[in-house]
């Protein structure tokens, strides 16, 4: 599978609408593009499941490690990746650029063009000799102007590039190729899909057959053991709610378990298992829901008795006592874990993290490291004789340099971690 990068010059610049203009347009010429996302996101790839038709991978080498990302990008089942970046190509811990150099991707820079024309070629160009400056192995082959116009504004930009850099397409400033936002980012795909005509009215104005062409074929990773299949079987949230997984994720517990979903947004009694995994999500959006429902007050009931719960952000809310919404209704959750949990109106953390396991726990050994990420808006009030599995070695965490609040076999994290982590396999070890 051939692979490319669409990466802009900063957040903002309409980089996840441009990939799927390119989505739409490979399919439109006959190609079967594989969607995936640099970093560590749940929300663009879901909008790239939407017009795919298939999951998104993410790409983080510092989630899963370079092996791992490689390996995430080979579970792919199309002909072209199409992997859209993060932030600006070159910024954060964990940036578009390290993932293009460990995968070794040509990458086609997305720049908005809405009041530029010569000025959106000095532009690419700066990006392109940067990483020969910083000794950089980062191939800048093309750019797609981003809501640009046709007529004389496309063909100044394309006169105005280099040679060394491609004129690949421009998206049109289309009234419908606005996805809303809220706290944590972009409404989910299944949630505000963009209108596929209009997408596909976007996507004519692209190269994409051009594009194809400086798609690249990384070297595959070696095979690595994912551990013994087991009897277990683990028990999945799915919904409004639960909805922030990563397709690895769920892979690797489907590699070793059975895997069963339920919705507590919906009131589904908890199916039979031998442990729970509680994604994030917005619990806050459902709230009311949540704590009319009756699957939280199960689930309670079973943790208290022993049951192995795993919650990541959206899950530790749910696993709370309380959750305060930004309406400022507070509602009962699953009373598992001693915290009151309280939505802000800004994000508490937002960061790649790093935590160390003080003992053995569902995740980790005692010693052992896992690096993760956290993206919230929440707060917790937790109880002062708490237990903590884990110190935060990078990140914020729940309080005072700690994350990982435990409470019988259950524990809850705001940070998020991926399969090749290793988190998920001991989680199963110790079902």
Known sequence: MRGVVLAGTSSGVGKTVA??????????????????????????????????????????????????????YWRGTGEVCVVEGMMGLYDGTNSTAAVAETLGLPVVLVVDAKAGMESVAATALGFKEYADAAGR??????????????????????????????????IPPLSGLEIPDRHLGLHMGGEAPIDRETLREASEHLEVERLAEFARKPPKPEATETGKRTD????????????????????????????????????????????????GGYPELHGEALEAGGTLEELGDLATDGL?????????????????????ETHRMAGVLPADVEMCERYQAL?????????????ADGGETLRGHEF?????????????????????????????LVAHRTLGTYAHVHADSGAFDRFLDRL
Not at 39 to 68: C, K, M, Q, T, Y
């Open 137 to 170: 192995e980062i191939d800048v082959v093309g750019v797609l102007a981003q809501r640009a116009h046709g007529g004389r504004h496309a063909e100044g930009i394309e006169a105005a590039l280099p040679d060394e850099l491609a004129y690949l397409g421009r």
């Open 308 to 328: 192995p719960v795993l919650g990541e952000c959206g899950g530790l809310m749910a696993l709370s006592e309380t959750l305060t919404d930004t309406d400022g």
């Open 19 to 72: 990939t799927l203009a390119v989505l739409e347009g490979l399919q439109s010429a006959g190609y079967d593009p594989q969607p995936a996302k640099a970093g560590p996101d749940f929300i663009d790839p879901s909008h790239h499941a939407v017009v795919s038709d298939r999951p998104s991978r993410s790409l983080d080498p510092w989630l899963s490690g370079e092996a791992g990302c490689r390996r995430n």
């Open 351 to 363: 960061d790649h993290v790093e935590l160390r396991a003080r003992e053995d726990t569902l995740t």
């Open 376 to 404: 919230h808006y929440s707060r917790a009030d937790v109880a002062s004789d708490a237990s903590f599995a884990f110190d935060v070695e990078r990140g914020d965490g729940i309080e005072n340099g700690k994350d990982g």
């Open 232 to 279: 277990a079987t683990v028990a999945v949230a799915d919904d409004g709610a639960f909805c922030f997984k990563y397709p690895a994720t769920i892979e690797r517990l489907r590699d070793r378990a059975s895997v069963v979903t339920f919705s507590p947004v919906a009131g589904d009694p908890l199916p039979e298992c031998d442990g729970v995994y509680l994604p």
